[in-house]
T-cell receptor
Framework: DAGVTQSPTHLIKTRGQQVTLRCSPK?????VSWYQQALGQGPQFIFQ???????QRGNFPDRFSGHQFPNYSSELNVNALLLGDSALYLC???????????FGEGSWLTVV | GENVEQHPSTLSVQEGDSAVIKCTYS??????FPWYKQELGKRPQLIID?????GEKKDQRIAVTLNKTAKHFSLHITETQPEDSAVYFC??????????????FGKGTHLIIQP
């Protein structure tokens, strides 16, 4: 039973560029959430997708956008990258209506 | 929105002793409280969770207690072992009638088990 998988694992981008991160949820899960974890901090909720729609959003600017596909996989897009966007981006999956979420290994983004 | 405070930021205990990490939350509507363990460079892993209709939950050496009136919850680890060394995060969320809200995390506790 595959867990939550994310790609790429590491990437380096330049300020002002755009990045796309990808996530496949745990088998049987239909809801995907994205979190940003800065070094030494707890994860912060970015947004949640279910039935290909953004259902909830945390306190992140519109530069952060996402998408969910019919197979429940998801993408996180960040435009106009800032140095402060450097972080570990975690994807988590769950059942819709369920609290329990499972994290992937994350994508380490460094903006230079 | 929800605010979760976690203490202490660093906790050092002797191997075999107990460790207690405490969290408080601000939103009285929150009803789900998980704890995650994160080893260096790894993903957060769920170790135990509790819902607001339960006051205490135990799983082997790990237990969580919840005081809804005071809006605080605690993680208790007994008979600590070297492999318990990690950063522990508490979190809170609530059901919103459809899906559950995103989790609000504390800032984490770095637990160090001294041999």
């Amino acid at each position: 039973d595959a867990g939550v998988t994310q790609s790429p694992t590491h990437l380096i981008k330049t300020r002002g560029q755009q990045v796309t991160l990808r996530c496949s949820p745990k088998s049987g899960h239909d809801t995907v959430s994205w979190y940003q974890q800065a070094l030494g901090q707890g994860p912060q909720f970015i947004f949640q997708y279910y039935e290909e729609e953004e259902r909830q959003r945390g306190n992140f600017p519109d530069r952060f956008s996402g998408h969910q596909f019919p197979n429940y996989s998801s993408e996180l897009n960040v435009n106009a990258l800032l140095l402060g966007d450097s972080a570990l981006y975690l994807c988590a999956s769950s059942f819709w209506g369920g609290n329990t979420i499972y994290f992937g290994e994350g994508s380490w983004l460094t903006v230079v | 929105g929800e605010n979760v405070e976690q203490h202490p930021s660093t906790l050092s205990v002797q191997e075999g002793d107990s460790a207690v990490i405490k969290c408080t939350y601000s939103d009285s509507a929150s009803n789900y409280f998980p704890w995650y363990k994160q080893e260096l460079g790894k993903r957060p892993q769920l170790i135990i969770d509790i819902r607001s209709n339960v006051g205490e939950k135990k799983d082997q050496r790990i237990a969580v207690t919840l005081n809804k009136t005071a809006k605080h919850f605690s993680l208790h680890i007994t008979e600590t072992q070297p492999e318990d060394s990690a950063v522990y995060f508490c979190a809170a969320s609530k059901d919103n009638g459809g899906g559950a809200d995103g989790l609000t995390f504390g800032k984490g506790t770095h637990l160090i088990i001294q041999p």
